[in-house]
């Protein structure tokens, strides 16, 4: 059902270069996404695990770099802790590459230094965002930049900080209602934390509480994502969903969801939402953005 319906949308010369999901999907355990060799696609899957006091998150990922011999890891970071119902994401900015600099340096090594601080000074289901984020933040020395965002589970409600243009949507019933906004100064400029002198620190970020129903699902993703796809079609994906096992559905989805924005980015031939909002600040772009795709999807239990 997932593949026939990617291929209702899939541009013809995309078809062969998506990796069959059904060798993608496999449990680990919590950490970054790999990112030791030069990968398409890549989904991750996390075991049930419990946050005090009230509901628990199940989680997959799934990250495909953009084709390029320069940065083959991308500029795309992110994490799952299932331990502490929580996880992030960060793009590196892409203009630093003009001046020799991987962005996707920072933007790993802030994820990194995330993971490690939630793993080793946070209690399980009390996760303090703003200190995570402040910490990380000071431990990461690499050069360039990157957008952040961090989402836990307390109680009955996710709890969110977000610098730049990642993001997540909150489905019920496999209808979207919530969505995260954006941070930019302009258009395609977003908020970024880094070293240099022209970047934001922690203080910018923008706090988010959204309220959280049994069954919820939650798809998070940098801009790879929401500049290609729009809410009503991963409604549609989310509608034709069969799968009951809980773990391999949010891993399927995962898969699935980043695929189709992998493919979408590659489309020149439709309004996308990028091409919408470059239309809204007075460009003529039409057709997808190529970007590096990361996908989070998580489900309420």
């Known amino acids: 059902m997932f593949s ?6 899939r541009p013809q010369d995309e078809t062969n270069k998506i990796v069959d999901r059904k060798k993608l999907i496999k449990s680990e355990s919590s950490g970054v996404a790999d990112q030791k060799k030069p990968i398409r696609s890549e989904s991750r899957s996390e075991s049930s ?16 770099p953009k084709e390029r011999k320069s940065r083959p890891l991308g500029e795309d970071a992110h994490f799952l802790c299932q331990e502490n119902s929580t996880f992030g994401l960060a793009d590196g900015v892409g203009g630093w ?11 790993r090594q802030l994820m990194n230094n995330s993971l490690m601080l939630i793993l080793n000074q946070e209690a399980k289901g009390a996760v303090n965002l703003k200190r995570v984020l402040q910490k990380a933040f000071s431990m990461t020395k690499s050069k360039g ?3 952040a965002l961090i989402v836990t589970l307390k109680d009955h409600s996710l709890y969110a900080l977000n610098v730049g243009d990642c993001g997540f949507m909150l489905y019920r019933d496999n209808q979207c209602v919530f969505r995260s906004p954006s941070q930019q100064r302009h258009f395609n400029i977003p908020y970024q934390l880094g070293n240099s002198k022209s970047s934001d620190g922690p203080s910018i970020a923008k706090e988010i509480v959204v309220p959280v129903r049994l069954g919820d699902i939650v798809v998070a993703g940098t801009d790879g994502l929401f500049d290609n796809v729009f809410e009503y079609e991963i409604e549609a994906v989310l509608r034709a969903t069969t799968n009951d096992d809980d773990k391999s559905c949010v891993g399927e989805l995962a898969v699935i969801i980043a695929e189709y924005a992998s493919a979408k980015s590659c489309d020149k031939s439709f ?3 990028f091409s919408k909002a470059s239309k809204l600040a007075g460009g003529k772009h039409l057709g997808g953005k190529i970007d590096d795709v990361s996908v989070i999807v998580a489900k309420i239990i």
């Open 97 to 107: 590459f003009k001046k020799g600099i991987d962005s996707g340096e920072y933007a």
């Open 4 to 9: 026939r319906f990617l291929d209702c949308f």
């Open 145 to 147: 930049s990157s957008t």
């Open 49 to 64: 695990g419990v946050a005090d006091h009230g509901y628990s998150m199940i989680m997959a990922s799934s990250y495909i």
């Open 271 to 273: 309004e996308s939402p």
